[in-house]
C-alpha cells in the first residue's frame, strides 16, 4: 500500500525524462473504451466526534429504559415540566425549549456546550496571533479536557484527565507546542469541580480554527443570545436558561456552579471568562437537576427502583443521582469503546472491500485515519489535500499525473472562498490514457436559517465552479476534450439550497446547479455540465437520524459522453435505519463506521 503527498505544480514537458509523469497534449482519437470506474464518496467522521455528546448512540435497552426514567423525572411533583433547550447549530437565537423527558433531548442539551464551544476547539484548531493560526492542529488535545475528564472513583478524590497524553501523543505536537497545551490545561482544569476556566487573555487571539478566532468568532458570538435574552422571555424559556448558563459579573469569583456554562462578564459588557462543567460533571449536575425537581413525585421513585435494579430507593435527591449515574456513565463509555475509531475503521474498510471501487473522494479523513492501513482488496494510493480531504485510488487503474504542460494541479482547490476542506488530483487511466481530475470537497456545516453559512457555501461552491471550469478549459486547450471531471463530496445542504436559495438569502447567480425534469441534478461548470451519478431511488439517507441525502458524486466529460450507472451502496431498508431519528447515529456508526453513508457510481466513457 503506498501513500503520497500531492503538490502545487505545474510541470514543464522537460521533466519527461524523470521519475514525474507529466502529460503533453494528444489527439483523443487515439484512445480506446475502458471498463467501468467504480466511484464511491464517503465522509468517514473524523476522529474523537463520535464522543460529543450529541452523537452519543446506546444500546436500545438502554436508551428506553433511561427515557423511561427521564419521563418521570421530568414530570416532577406537581405535573411541572423540566425544560432544557434543543440541540441547534444556529447560535443566533435562544433555542427552542423542550421537556428534558428522553435520553436524546437529555444529551442534546448538554451537547450545546460542546457545539457551541468545545468543537471549535479541535481538529484543525491552531496557535498564531494570526488566521490561520501556525502548524500543528491541536487535534482533541483541548476537547479532550471537555470530553474525556472524568469523576473521582471516591470520595474527596480529584477529577483527572486520564486521556489528554494520548491525545498530544496522537496530535504529534512539537515540545513546544505541546508543553504550550499542558499550561493551558493546568490554568483551566478545576480537578476538584470538574469545570474547566478558559480565559479571554489565553483564548482570543491566540488559537484559532480555520479563519476565525476562536474566542470572538465562535464562542462569544454563539453564546451571545445566551448572555442577554430577550427582555420577554418566556417562563419556560428562562427555566431552561438557568440551567443551562449563569452570568455573573468578572469582578465576583467563580465558585459552585449552578449551570452547565457561567460567563463572567465586565462593565463593557464583555466577557471576559468562561467557565464550564465537563461532560461527566454536566450529567451529573443534569441528574441532581432532574432528582431534585421529581423528588416528592411517586412515580419517579418506583421509575427510579426499576431503572437501578434496587427495592429501596432514598429520600435525598443526591443519593438518588448516585443510584443512576454509574448505568449512565457506563452506557456513555461503551459507545465511546465500541465507535472508537479503530473499530469504526474496520467496518469502513469492510464495505470498501465489498463495493470495491478503483476510485474514492474522502472527508473528515484527518491526521489519525491518515495513520490507519489502507483496505487491502486492492494497492490504493493514498492523496491529501487541504483539511481532511483525500482521494484514494487503485494503482492498477489509475496513474496520479504530478503535472501537465499548460494545467495547473494544485493539491486543493485555492482561494480564500474555498471549502474547508478539498482535494485535488490529476490521473490518468493506464488502460486507455484518459486523463480523469478528481475533486473532494467539504462544505461548511450550518443550518439553512443560518444566512451567513448558506452564503459561505454558495461562495465555496462557486470556488469549486470557478476551479473547474478554468481547469476544464486548460484540457480543452491541450486536446483532452474527452477528459473526464469527477466531484465527490459532503455539501453539508440539500440541493435545493443552491438552486432557489433559503427564505433569508438569495438562488446563486450565475447559477451553480439545475435540477432536470427526472430529478436529476447537474452541476454547472461553464461548457461542462456534470451530471449526478450517485442518484440512487433507494438511497434516502446519507447522513445519519435525518432523511436526507447531502453527499454527492457529479462527473462528466469535457464532450460529454460520460455513461454512468449508480451504485446501490444500500438497501432502501438499510437507509431507513440509518435515517431514524433516534436510533440512526447509533445505527449507522455500528454497522457502517461513520454516520454518513456512502454514495457511489460507475462511469465509462461511450465511444
Known sequence: MRRSMSLAVALPVALLASSVVVFASRAPAELSNAAGVRILQWNVFEDGLTDSPGNLGFEPDFERGFSELLSHLAKGSADRPFYGFSKVRDFSQLPPVTVIDSTKRFFNFIDLAYSGLYHAFGGTARFGSAAPGDKPDLGNTLRTLFLASKLPEQSGAFWTTPEFEHEIQKAALSDDVADRVRHLREAAFDKVNGSLVWTRTAVDGQIWKRESNIW????????????????????????????????????????????????????????????????????????????????????????????????????????????????????????????????????????????????????????????????????????????????????????????????????????????????????????????????????????PSDAKKVNKRALQLRAVQDFLKKTSAALAAQRHQDAVLVLGGDFNALPDEFIRGTHDVDPPAPALLRANQDGSLDFLCGDVELRERSRNSKMTCSRAGKRMVIDFIYAGSLDGRLVSTPIVTATESQSAVAADRDFGIYNAVMHWGSDHLPVGAEVSYAL
Open 216 to 447: 470572538q468568532d465562535s464562542w462569544v458570538k454563539n453564546l451571545a443570545a445566551f448572555v442577554s435574552p430577550p427582555a420577554n422571555i418566556e417562563s419556560a424559556s428562562a427555566s431552561a436558561l438557568s440551567r443551562f448558563m449563569e452570568v455573573v459579573p468578572s469582578s465576583s469569583r467563580m465558585t459552585e456552579m449552578n449551570s452547565i456554562l457561567q460567563a463572567a462578564i465586565d462593565g463593557k459588557g464583555d466577557t471576559q471568562e468562561i467557565r464550564t462543567m465537563t461532560f461527566q460533571a454536566a450529567i451529573q449536575f443534569l441528574l441532581l437537576k432532574l432528582c431534585e425537581h421529581s423528588l416528592h413525585a411517586p412515580s419517579a421513585r418506583t421509575a427510579i427502583s426499576r431503572f437501578a435494579h434496587v427495592a429501596e430507593v432514598p429520600s435525598d435527591a443526591d443519593a438518588r443521582m448516585r443510584l443512576i449515574l454509574p448505568s449512565v456513565l457506563r452506557a456513555v463509555e461503551e459507545w465511546r469503546s465500541r465507535a472508537g475509531l479503530s473499530s469504526r475503521h474496520e467496518r469502513i474498510l469492510k464495505h470498501i472491500e465489498r463495493m470495491d471501487p478503483a476510485l474514492m473522494t474522502l472527508v473528515e479523513y484527518d491526521q489519525q485515519w491518515q495513520k490507519l492501513a489502507l483496505p487491502s482488496n486492492k494497492d490504493y494510493n493514498l492523496i491529501t489535500g487541504k483539511g481532511t480531504g483525500a482521494i484514494m485510488f487503485d494503482t492498477a487503474v489509475f496513474q496520479k499525473i504530478e503535472g501537465i504542460e499548460g494545467v495547473e494541479v494544485p493539491s486543493s482547490i485555492p482561494g480564500k472562498a474555498a471549502p474547508k476542506s478539498s482535494c485535488v488530483a490529476l490521473l490518468r487511466h493506464k488502460e486507455d490514457s484518459r486523463l480523469y481530475l478528481v475533486v473532494a470537497i467539504h462544505m461548511e456545516s450550518g443550518p
